[in-house]
């Protein structure tokens, strides 16, 4: 829609004679389809319009302008008829304010997008995903959110330099723009985050989407500041309304299918599953200690790791922990910095006299996005050990 309304705005500017600015806005309709109604009725009013509300209401204006041109026997401002319609007749408008609509522009360009990407901005997202979805409901038509998030980007932040962290954001939001379509909207949801609100698009042509980006991305070389940086993309997609209704929870959704893609080795797409099976799981033979959280004077106790992924943890240890119960689970990672983790209890079976496995669900609403990060690269890590030790195996004479 943005390319829409630089069209628009240009037609405005470029063209005084309004028989031949309507001539004009009628080819972008034509050639942009009827979306296009609601970006010439926002861009000249502000005004919320469905396309196909818009579409008649174009058609009811521009009588309106032949009318009031024949009455008056002279030229009309476009702008006039269009005031006076939606004043006197639509009654849209009760208090319109003349503003020159360039300087408005300015105003709402800073107010809407993101200033370093030029990204629409957390706030213009939030309103646009709740319209969005009422729109989807209201049609019945489907509704796709891709979350992306920058691998390892603190890195790059701290080996070369915010500078370069904020030049490598401005490069990845320059893809996003040029692959993204018109209809769709990319924001900065935050710090190296973007997301995309894809209107009337189902999971599988929103994959095509990202693996686009994603590609894009990983193929981009930067150099800055005498620094050359590579970088990859990991993505989240979920859908309304087969993944939820509202858009907190299919906001949430794609969080959660972001975090799938960052535990199964980052530089991927995933869909948001319901079945926690379909994460990466990876055999662990680490010792584990485990606390209930809420108590200060709860004990460390000492358990087996069995195996883990992005979801949850399971480990052996001598105690049967009721089912709800808070943890906190450490991990020995890094030498001596150890991995925690907070989860809920949701499993427990007896293996033996004193022995009992115990399924944790991680809780990654109580952590914060460093953690999950970490939680990643740790993952990731098991996993290419793993991967080492099975290729030696497979090297080795029988």
């Not at 970088?231 to 959704?253: H, M, Q, R, V, Y």
Request: hydrophobic share 35%; glycine share 6%.
């Amino acid at each position: 829609m943005e390319q829409t309304r630089n069209l628009v705005l240009k037609c405005l500017d470029d063209y005084e004679d309004d028989d031949i600015l309507i001539k004009e806005l009628n080819q972008i309709i034509e050639q942009e389809g009827k979306t296009a109604y609601s970006v010439i009725f926002h861009v000249l009013t502000n005004l919320e319009i469905e396309p196909e509300e818009g579409k008649k209401n174009w058609a009811e204006i521009i009588t309106h302008y032949d009318r009031l041109v024949s009455i008056l026997g002279r030229k009309v401002n476009l702008r006039t008829a269009l005031c006076d319609f939606f004043c006197s007749i639509h009654r849209s408008l009760k208090n319109p304010k003349v503003v020159e609509i360039q300087l408005f522009e300015k105003t709402v360009k800073a107010s809407r997008f993101d200033s370093l990407t030029g990204l629409y901005n957390r706030q213009s997202f939030d309103e646009s995903l709740e319209r969005e979805i009422n729109r989807g409901k209201r049609h019945r038509k489907e509704l796709s959110i891709l979350f992306l998030d920058l691998d390892d980007f603190k890195e790059v932040n701290d080996s070369f330099g915010h500078q370069t962290g904020d030049e490598v954001l401005k490069q990845v939001a320059k893809i996003v723009l040029n692959e993204k379509r018109s209809e769709d909207l990319a924001a900065r949801y935050g710090g190296e985050e973007i997301v995309l609100i894809l209107p009337e698009t189902g999971k599988v042509d929103s994959l095509v989407l990202g693996e686009r980006i994603r590609k894009r991305v990983e193929e981009m070389r930067i150099d800055f500041n005498g620094n050359t940086v590579r970088i990859t993309i990991s993505g989240g997609l979920a859908s309304f309304p087969e993944n939820a209704t509202d858009a907190k929870s299919l906001l949430k959704c794609a969080d959660n299918a972001l975090y799938t893609a960052k535990g199964s080795g980052k530089n991927g797409i995933s869909f948001f599953s319901q079945d926690k099976r379909r994460y990466m799981r990876i055999e662990i033979d680490h010792e584990v200690r485990v606390r209930e959280l809420g108590f200060d004077d709860t004990q460390t106790k000492k358990g087996k790791g069995k195996n883990i992924c992005f979801g949850g943890i399971l480990f052996e240890n001598k105690v049967a922990l009721p089912i709800g119960t808070k943890m906190q689970i450490q991990i020995p990672h890094n030498h001596n910095k150890p991995l925690f983790i907070i989860g809920t209890v949701v499993r427990v079976e007896v293996v033996g006299s004193e022995q009992y496995d115990t399924g944790v669900a991680i809780s990654f609403i109580e952590m914060d996005k460093t953690i999950k990060n970490e939680i990643s690269r740790w993952l990731q890590l098991q996993r290419n050990n793993s991967q080492a030790k099975n290729d030696e195996l497979v090297k080795k004479p029988i």
